[in-house]
């Protein structure tokens, strides 16, 4: 009988792949022990990651192209095997088993082919390219940035993403506790695999998870104590404790009240205190104007992939100008909250320029004052991150942010 958590990793694999679901979606409808969801969704992320070199890897075994299901096996199969270094006799072992309950005819085919993947695939694998990202994103990210950066890029989302972690309080002293590397602004990275709600600190609300470049938005925009700022589109929470843990007075605003409950949930871990509104941005009013706002707008989240490589296969590029849309009312709807001479931050994970430089011409860009932002990474007075910044230490999602001040 297969192993759970591979049985698993495959219908997530086949989730994404065949049915375009997404990974959190298929996650949020499994109940599974959580050692074995931990490891199911380890096991189908590397495999989404490393679709290419696996093909590659596989194709001089195979003389005619086995059915979806048996495919899956096989890449699962050659992930573990190259890329997560398990042992052979027990993968091999595995996904035989895995074969004869999507096609037992398919069982003799793929042990021979695992077979010989473990013993001379590895070179194969290691010098085939990174997955490519998937042709209505890459051919926009080649004409915004040139194929050279989207080879950059992706194979940044080839190598996946580290732990990253947000101090309530100090963030030397929190790297310290946990183990971690400091990082320019404050974020704490973990390398190699971590419990997160078994790392010191945890128990007591000391931090949160949130990637580098998400961090920096809201240590952008500033806060200051007794300020009433207001965090737009805040679930699930990391930047609504960021600004609550700077004193400021905060409001966290966003359609969903059920993501609203895990910000709520995060807020009573840490502490931390803000005032949680459940509405539609496009119909909601505040009762005063505020002294400062983030905008962490809906976007096509495509810097994320290093972090979720199902994205791009489910996504395809549909509905993208009804996002532009919606991203530009919005930040118009904000900026008319702000006090006169308060400003906004402006931020989008997403790699598409129709997301971040243009939306926000037009308006007065502040150039941020930081000198952990190097200087390289400023576009158009704004702030454009990519995913292959910080290779040396492990690179980071995808964002544009920009600091806007009303007149």
């Known amino acids: ?79 573990e095997l190259l890329a997560l270094r398990e042992a052979a006799h027990g993968v091999v072992s595995e996904a035989v088993s895995l074969t004869r309950q999507v096609s037992p005819r398919a069982t003799g085919m793929a042990n021979a082919v695992l077979r010989r993947v473990a ?36 194979a940044a989302h080839g190598v996946g993403a580290p732990l990253d972690l947000s101090a309530k309080g100090d963030p030397a002293a929190l790297a310290e506790a946990v183990g971690g590397t400091l990082l320019p602004g404050g974020s704490v990275r973990i390398s190699g695999p971590a419990q997160v709600s078994a790392l010191p600190g945890f128990e007591d609300g000391a931090f949160w998870v949130q990637d580098a470049a998400a961090a920096i938005p809201a240590k952008l925009l500033a806060p200051q104590p007794d300020e009433r700022v207001l965090d737009v589109c805040a679930a699930p929470g990391g930047k609504t404790m960021q600004l609550a843990a700077a004193g400021a007075d905060v409001t966290a605003l966003d359609l969903s009240e059920r993501r609203l409950k895990r910000v709520e949930e995060n807020l009573a871990r840490t502490g931390l205190t803000a005032k949680l509104v459940a509405a539609d941005a496009l119909k909601w009013a505040p009762e005063e104007a505020f002294d400062a706002i983030l905008l962490d707008a809906p976007c096509s989240a495509t810097g994320t992939i290093r972090r979720h490589p199902d994205l791009p296969h489910v996504k395809d590029g549909k509905g993208l100008k009804e996002l532009f849309a919606l991203q530009a009312q919005m930040l118009e709807r904000a900026m008319g909250w702000l006090k006169p001479g308060g400003r906004l931050v402006y931020c989008v994970c997403s790699l598409l320029p129709e997301e971040g430089e243009k939306q926000v011409e037009g308006h007065e860009i502040v150039r941020p004052e930081a000198d952990w932002i190097e200087e390289s990474w400023r576009a158009g007075g704004g702030l454009r991150l990519r995913p292959d910044f910080w290779p040396d230490r492990g690179g980071m999602d995808g964002f544009y942010i920009a600091v806007l001040r009303k007149p």
């Open 1 to 79: 009988m297969a192993d759970a958590a591979r049985e698993l990793a495959l219908s997530f694999i086949k989730g994404v792949l065949a049915q375009r679901i997404m990974m959190s979606d298929l996650v949020a409808a499994t109940q599974a022990p959580p050692e074995v969801m931990a490891r199911a969704q380890r096991l189908a992320n590397a495999t989404l990651r490393n679709l290419g070199p696996a093909d590659a890897a596989l194709k001089p075994y195979i003389k005619k192209a086995p059915p979806a299901p048996v495919r899956d096996v096989l890449r699962l199969a050659t992930v």
């Open 119 to 154: 013993e001379e695939g590895q070179a194969a694998f290691d010098a085939a390219p990174p997955t490519r990202m998937a042709n209505w994103l890459r051919g926009r990210l080649g004409a915004a940035y040139g194929n050279a950066i989207v080879a950059q890029i992706e």
